[in-house]
């Protein structure tokens, strides 16, 4: 990737899509082109047919999608399944149409069965049944994987795609109905803390394991990835341990200096009971996360308190 490229950081609002456009920047990539929803509807096939033929980018970051926590991907099924599978189709098909060549699109480890042996390797794709709360989601990134492995055999393109683990960082979703949990619980033990509140309720059962990555780090991973002129396939990123949420939420209460009590909501759903990546095909190319999960935690909490707490608290 030459620095002069011209980079579409699709979705360059959210979690993933901003931490791209950082490290980026950083890398000294300056031809990066973003369009925001009002600019140009992803939903929109022709909008983002004319907006690929006359951008015609070098490369493609496609961090496009709707994305939320456990509930919003349980409830709003349909909304899921239609607008990842539109939004995948429309800038595959662009981008190939108008003769990009590379890109990077952006899936999730919720793509791998429920059942799956851990730390799951990337062939385990489409080896078992898929968790139900979010099986819309999976579902649209799976078919998303499939378009680009498609393109790649039919016409010569090189679209790589890359499998995150949880995610979190600045510009996050820390609403508490559609968000992860990982913000979900530090708003509501920063307010606990705040309010001199005795209790904090975490959805589910405490008891399912996460692996969490600072978005800063996947961006560096999916920079590296294009760097290293990778031409195809499914990359694992993540940080290569796991928590429970309940050890999650006592990571956060310790940074946050919460004393209080955890109580837990057997009416939420706890979702899949373990999702761990096996980074090793990342790890051999010679990438590793940086941040710890507690510095990772820490900063981003910074960030929350700054940038977020008097809107939202
Ligand atoms: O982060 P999360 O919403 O998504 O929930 P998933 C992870 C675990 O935390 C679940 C529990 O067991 C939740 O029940 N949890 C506890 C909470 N308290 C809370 C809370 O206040 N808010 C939330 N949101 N959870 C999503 C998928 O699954 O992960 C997506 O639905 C995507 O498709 C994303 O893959 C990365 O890890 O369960």
């Not at 939903?43 to 980018?57: I, T």
């Not at 991973?221 to 031409?231: A, P, T």
């Amino acid at each position: 990737m030459t620095k002069a490229a011209k980079i579409f950081v699709a979705g360059h609002r959210g979690l993933v899509g901003s931490a791209l456009v950082r490290r980026l920047r950083d890398g000294g990539y300056d031809n990066i082109v973003t369009r925001t929803r009002a600019e140009l509807d992803l939903l929109n096939q022709s909008a983002v047919h004319s907006f690929m033929q006359a951008e015609r980018p070098d490369y493609i970051f496609m961090a496009a999608a709707r994305v939320g926590g456990i509930l919003a991907n349980n409830t709003r099924r349909a909304d899921f399944l239609y607008e990842n599978l539109v939004i995948a189709t429309h800038i595959v098909h662009a981008a190939y149409a108008a003769g990009n060549r590379r890109m990077l699109f952006l899936g999730s480890s919720c793509i791998y069965p429920r059942e799956c042996p851990q730390p799951m390797r990337e062939e385990y794709l489409l080896t078992g049944p898929l968790e139900h709360t979010n099986e819309p989601y999976a579902i649209a990134k799976i078919a998303g994987v499939k378009l680009c492995e498609a393109y790649n055999d039919q016409y010569g393109t090189q679209f790589v795609s890359a499998m995150p683990t949880n995610l979190y960082g600045p510009n996050d979703n820390f609403d508490l109905e559609s968000s992860h949990v990982l913000p979900a619980l530090m708003r509501k033990i920063d307010a606990a803390k705040t309010n001199g509140d005795r209790e904090v309720v975490i959805w589910g059962s405490g008891t399912p394991r996460r692996e969490f990555l600072h978005v800063d780090d996947l961006a560096d991973g999916c920079v590296f990835l294009m760097e290293s002129g990778c031409k195809k396939g499914i990359y694992n990123i993540g940080a290569g341990t796991d928590v429970t949420i309940r050890e999650l939420a006592e990571l956060i209460a310790d940074i946050v200096g919460y004393t209080g009590e955890f109580v837990y909501d057997a009416g939420k759903p706890d979702g899949t009971p373990r999702k761990l990546l096996d980074v090793s095909r990342m790890s051999d190319l010679g990438w590793r996360a940086k941040n710890s999960l507690r510095d990772g935690i820490a900063q981003t909490y910074a960030w929350y308190r700054r940038e977020l707490r008097d809107q939202t608290g």
